[in-house]
């Protein structure tokens, strides 16, 4: 490959999971350098997470947009990932302004990657600038060489690939051999031409023996990464991962993970079974409990969705018995796979493939375009990750534009085929349209946000009426918040969780708060106030995860039966102790549990502040759509006429109800609303924040982010 | 006097059976079906701590009575990713 640059460097020791370097990469002038972070960096910004938090707040600026050249990429593990004696280490996260949000997101990802990073002696990589020509940047710990290559050309369908793509780079800069000390991110030409693109990490698994790929999904970090003309990212180092972190108290490090590992060793099996389902067998608990989105979430259960279930893939699709971890030393084994897929469908028809998944995600993605074919669901999923689009974005988008068609906001004219819930054909056409860039898939690849204006300017002159008000009745299931679409979860049940997707600072992602069987089926959080302190509570823990390296499902779906016996089970604090350990014993830390969720509550707060910077960090910007409180129309009340009658008997005084359907329909969304705006008020005073959702100057000061940006950031707002 | 119990997800399939009638009588408590299950399937380990229990869709203590027709979900914590 042509060197464009080149520099050589002396890789730094990992001490205590910290090697306090980042590697910084302007494409602009083909800089490459490296940062030393000073001693306390790491103590106020803990990593991953925190790490891109801060960068992005010192160096873009409230006009920084997800195609400038100051946008930063970020890519950080934290001091936790990359220990295979403990479970769920091999996360990183995907940071910069989004294209969809504005502001700042992050998306978790599992694989080798971060964890190769810091071997190769960083902590975090950050690249700024826009590239002439497209590049690709390999860092190579054992050459200590780090280079900016331009992108290799193989053929014309391998190119535009991501996974095509990235397995031939991984073979062809390690001499034709895959390797397991190598990993790379990469992104393919959907990540272009929409702003839904994510960024793929490949990995080498050596038992499938086979380039593996997870996901870095949500928010278009992959279209940010394409934007810079950055085609791909290789690391590679061979040190030992064994003890790759060299903990300061190396047996605390092992005794936690050995704790943790015995927990889900004999609880998994007999709980959700992640080890041999996935995450796949969520779709039928969700749809027991009509949280299963169907037809742009205007329904929680189908009558179909047995079709997708986990017991189908388990049956028919997924390799069996192999331990399926994207990283080493993970008992839980969750990222799933299906081998020898024959494509039936768009430009690859007739080629065999992996599917690295399908998580649970993907699978409701489908469901919420009214389709339950389980063979398209693993095409979906392979066509997404190879183009790079974020599955959920992509389903949820075109669930939209379905429902607008159904509701004679559009014909098929304007979109040009039928677009219609449960039209397989049109859903594969819009996929591959998207992916290039290409006729209605130039409007469908904006995302929901863009979409919604771009339907009510079509809409409003042909009926003569405003395009406020069009856009007033498509707010109403237009299912985004801050631009971001909603995760794949139906909340008109779950007052917390309707709480738990506006209050998330990224947009509705459910990795800051998910609360729905808490709240919904367990009923454990029942008053406004529990829901308030559990939506405070859980982001912050949450957070931490993302800032550490860690993966947050051993902890939260494997429930320890010691956690029966704490005042608040759901919060698994008989695990978390193992985790508290890991940190002190991998850093020599003395930390509490209340000292990490303090540390998160300084992220949360900087995070809160990129928001504002960026215009959307006010009470408005944590509007949920009227579909996330309740049901809009009348079909999606009769559909469950019983629990929303129910609900209104009890939430008034079990006075009459008013005779007719529409006015309880009408009566429903005007208590949801309010019952929203009340829990709004609560936790922002749980968390520092003025009733319109501007953290109080103290709060700022109080965690030591009270900078010059800050301060006239907070005087703007008049806090 | 019946009840009806379900399983799903891995449960179901462990046990091939989703739904399972058990008789009863005024002093079966929802302990009493889980042992039910238990001793059906052997093969469902249904541990106190690690699983969940709803009586006709509302969560549910162990020491309940069971009515006639009383529909029982043994469900596991499910924490979200």
């Not at chain 1, 494409?27 to 997470?49: A, M």
């Not at chain 1, 007999?270 to 009509?290: C, D, I, P, R, V």
């Not at chain 1, 995070?607 to 009348?634: C, E, F, H």
């Not at chain 2, 009588?25 to 709803?54: C, F, G, H, M, Q």
């Amino acid at each position: 490959m042509k060197i464009l640059q080149q520099i050589k460097y002396q890789p730094a020791k990992v001490v205590g999971g910290y090697t306090d370097r980042i590697l910084r990469v302007n494409l602009n002038t083909r800089k490459i350098s490296i940062q030393e972070l000073p001693p306390d960096f790491k103590d106020k910004y803990t990593g991953g997470r925190g790490y891109a938090l801060k960068l992005i707040w010192d160096e873009t600026k409230q006009e920084t947009r997800y195609d400038s050249p100051d946008n930063l990429l970020v890519m950080s593990n934290g001091p936790l990932g990359n220990e295979p004696g403990f479970p769920g280490t091999g996360k990183f996260i995907v940071g910069a302004i989004s294209p969809l949000t504005d502001t700042f997101i992050d998306s978790n990802v599992g694989g080798h990657f971060g964890p190769l990073l810091k071997l190769a002696g960083f902590d975090a990589l950050a690249v700024s600038g826009i590239s002439r020509e497209e590049v690709v940047i390999l860092i190579d710990g054992d050459e200590e060489s780090i280079s900016i290559t331009a992108a290799p050309a193989y053929d014309s369908k391998t190119d535009k690939g991501a996974l095509s793509f990235g397995q031939k780079l991984l073979k062809d800069i390690n001499a034709g051999e895959y390797s397991d000390s190598l990993a790379a991110v990469v992104a393919g030409e959907g990540a272009l031409h929409s702003r839904f693109g994510i960024v793929n990490s490949l990995f080498f698994d050596r038992r499938r023996n086979r380039i593996r790929a997870k996901q870095a999904g949500r928010g278009g970090t992959g279209t940010v990464m394409r934007k810079k003309g950055l085609r791909g990212i290789v690391v590679k180092s061979s040190l030992p991962k064994a003890n790759g972190n060299n903990a300061i108290d190396k047996e605390l490090v092992r005794q936690a993970g050995a704790k943790l590992k015995d927990v889900i060793t004999r609880c998994d099996p007999a709980q959700l079974n992640l080890e041999a389902w996935g995450t796949t067998g969520l779709s039928e608990y969700m749809n027991k409990f009509h949280i299963f989105p169907i037809n742009n979430y205007q329904y929680g259960q189908s009558p179909e969705a047995p079709k997708l279930f986990g017991s189908v893939f388990l049956d028919k699709y997924f390799s069996k018995k192999l331990p399926d971890g994207c990283y080493y030393g993970c008992n839980l084994a969750c990222a799933k796979g299906v081998e020898n897929v024959v494509l039936t469908r768009g430009p690859m028809k007739g080629t065999t493939v992996s599917v690295d998944g399908p998580e649970y995600e993907t699978v409701a993605a489908v469901s919420n375009m009214g389709i339950f074919d389980p063979q398209f669901v693993l095409e979906y999923n392979w066509y997404c990750d190879e183009y790079s689009l974020d599955t959920i974005s992509m389903g949820v988008t075109t669930g939209f534009f379905m429902e607008c068609l159904e509701r004679g906001f559009l014909n098929a004219d304007d979109i040009g085929y039928d677009l219609t819930f449960g039209n397989i054909n049109a859903v594969d056409r819009l996929l591959h349209e998207i992916a290039k860039g290409e006729g209605f898939g130039r409007v469908a690849g904006q995302g929901v946000a863009r979409g919604k204006k771009w339907v009510a300017d079509k809409y409003a002159p042909r009926n003569n009426v405003s395009v406020d008000k069009v856009l007033a009745e498509l707010n109403k299931f237009g299912m985004e918040v801050k631009g971001l679409e909603f995760s794949m979860y139906v909340t008109k049940e779950s007052l917390a969780q309707q709480g738990g997707y506006g209050f998330a600072l990224k947009g509705p992602q459910h990795d800051e708060a998910w609360l729905i069987f808490i709240d919904q089926v367990h009923k454990e959080i029942p008053s406004l106030e529990q829901k308030a302190s559990a939506l405070k509570w859980f982001p912050l823990i949450r957070t931490w995860f993302n800032a550490t390296g860690l993966c947050k499902l051993p902890w939260i779906d494997v429930r320890n039966p010691e956690a029966a016996g704490t005042p608040e089970p759901a919060k698994n604090t008989p695990t978390l102790a193992y985790y508290v350990d890991y940190l002190n014993g991998t850093t020599g830390s003395h930390k509490s549990l209340q000292d990490i969720l303090d540390d998160s509550e300084r992220l949360q707060l900087l995070q809160k502040m990129i928001n504002l910077r960026q215009g959307k960090g006010t009470r408005a910007s944590d509007l949920i759509p009227l579909r996330a409180m309740g049901p809009v129309y009348l079909n999606e009340y009769q559909s469950r006429s019983e629990y929303y009658d129910g609900w209104l008997q009890e939430n008034s005084g079990n006075s009459n109800l008013p005779e007719s359907t529409e006015q309880r329909l009408n009566l429903l969304i005007e208590k949801r609303e309010k019952a929203y705006q009340q829990l709004c008020d609560i936790v922002y005073e749980k968390k520092g924040y003025t009733s319109e959702g501007i953290p109080k100057r103290e709060t700022v000061i109080n965690f030591d982010l009270m900078d010059e940006q800050a301060s006239q950031l907070l005087d703007k707002f008049g806090e | 006097m019946v009840v009806l119990i379900e399983l799903f997800g891995m449960q179901r399939e462990i046990a091939k059976i989703g739904k399972v009638k058990m008789p009863i009588t005024e002093k079966t408590l929802v302990r009493d079906a889980l042992e039910y299950v238990r001793n059906r399937y052997p093969a469902l380990t249904l541990d106190e701590a690690s699983i969940l229990t709803t009586v006709n869709h509302e969560l549910s203590p162990l020491d309940r009575p069971l009515k006639a027709n009383d529909t029982i979900c043994i469900l596991p914590h499910i924490g979200g990713g």
